[in-house]
């Protein structure tokens, strides 16, 4: 079958012809239908990190993916063939007690593995063969949008963390809250629009930055949401000294990271999702001034990664809303499908000003791998 492999940490990918996972692996045979292309491939194809499964010459990448199920284990319930199916990308340590219960995305050892990125392989492949519990079946009117729900995975896991935090101050008794709450979204990839996606839907108003003007492609979905747009390409006095009550950063950059802790209101929250290359340069902060705001501004920073299975379950749920309530707003996402030969040239070329890139493994979801 085909693979898009890489072999850290030397940087490049290739397109290579590797044996079939054999059907002794696993009780579910999975076709895989599409894969997306996320910053994380790109650091991992430029050899920043990444690590083959144990005994492998090369790591099969990708982990945004959406297959069809095309045999199942007889001793196996619960998956039939022509099932729409996202993986799990986690697996957990086996040791530590968030591991045993189903929740390795806060494994406390560092012991997991992690599909197309750390010690398992991943999807930009033409088959694979799973356990039942790191599948997530997909309802079939999310056929042409599912391949989003590993990112949906990891939004749904940040905002839920950054509410958890807000919640420590609610509810007011007699007082109920009489204006909407804010947000900002720093980066407007695809983790930036999800997120400005879902907490449209839960109610804040909506604001998302970038470095770009109003002819990216994420601007006039923004619109649809309600969301505000603002190019802070010349620095954050854009936002006109606005405050926000939840900030969602999704750049990875460490700048953008401290002008966005001094857009957070009172009691506000900022979920880091971005992850900054550990080689960049020491930075110089005026840290009493930043940590005297937080005390004094109940305000809390909070890291948040990977997602497990109940965050693809919640962002299914939520991707069915939105297709109801915005329909066509998801599918706009993917902003190009490519076939998955044309994956070297992705990776080889910068990174253009689309939301996301999508490869198509299989044109239909008809049929097994001949
Ligand atoms: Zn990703
Ligand atoms: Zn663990």
Same mark, same amino acid.
């Given at each position: ?38 910053? +994380?491939?790109?650091?991992?194809? =430029? ?17 945004? =993916? ?28 086996? *040791?530590? *007690?968030?591991?045993?219960? =189903? ?24 088959? @694979?063969?799973?356990?039942?519990? @790191? ?22 896991? &940040?905002?839920?963390?950054? /509410? ?30 999800? &997120? ?34 603002? =190019? ?18 999704? +750049? ?36 009493? /001034? ?8 109940? /305000? ?42 044309? &994956? ?15 490869? *198509? ?10």
């Amino acid at each position: 079958m085909r693979a898009i492999v890489v072999r850290p940490p030397k940087p490049g990918v290739e397109l290579i012809d590797c044996p079939a996972p054999s059907r002794a692996a696993g009780p579910v045979r999975v076709t895989v239908l599409e894969c997306g292309v996320c910053g +994380t491939d790109r650091d991992i194809v =430029n050899g920043k990190y990444g690590k083959p499964p144990e005994g492998s010459p090369f790591l099969i990448l990708g982990h945004e =993916n959406l297959g069809v199920v095309h045999a199942v284990d007889p001793s196996t319930a619960g998956f039939v063939p022509g099932d729409l199916v996202v993986a799990t990308v986690r697996r957990g340590c086996g *040791r530590c *007690r968030f591991c045993s219960a =189903n929740r390795s995305d806060f494994c406390e050892t560092g012991g997991f593995t992690e599909c197309g990125i750390n010690g398992a392989h991943g999807y930009m492949t033409e088959e @694979y063969v799973e356990s039942p519990e @790191y599948l997530v079946k997909v309802p079939r009117p999310l056929r042409s949008v599912a391949v989003l729900l590993e990112p949906m995975s990891v939004v749904e896991k &940040a905002i839920f963390q950054g /509410q958890r935090v807000l919640d420590r101050k609610e509810p007011t008794p007699g007082h109920p809250r009489t204006e909407a709450p804010s947000a900002l979204i720093a980066g407007t990839g695809a983790i930036g629009m999800l &997120a400005a996606l879902v907490l449209a839907m839960r109610g804040y108003r909506v604001a998302a930055i970038d470095r770009h003007g109003g002819d990216t492609p994420g601007v006039p979905l923004l619109a649809r949401l309600g969301a505000r747009h603002v =190019n802070v390409a010349t620095g954050f006095d854009a936002l006109d000294g606005a405050r926000f009550d939840l900030v969602i950063e999704a +750049t990875g950059s460490v700048s953008a990271d401290f002008s966005l802790i001094d857009h957070l209101g009172p009691n506000g929250v900022i979920v880091l999702t971005g992850i900054p290359d550990e080689r960049e340069p020491p930075a110089t902060v005026p840290g009493g /001034q930043l940590f005297r705001d937080i005390v004094l501004g109940n /305000q809390a920073i909070v890291g948040s990664v990977n997602a497990n299975r109940t965050y693809f379950e919640s962002g299914l749920r939520d991707m069915t809303v939105a297709e109801e309530r915005w329909p066509g707003a998801l599918e706009s996402m993917i902003t190009s499908r490519l076939p998955l030969d044309a &994956a070297p040239e992705v990776f080889g070329s910068p990174r253009r000003g689309g939301v996301k890139t999508v490869l *198509r493994v299989r044109p239909t979801d008809a049929g097994p791998v001949p």
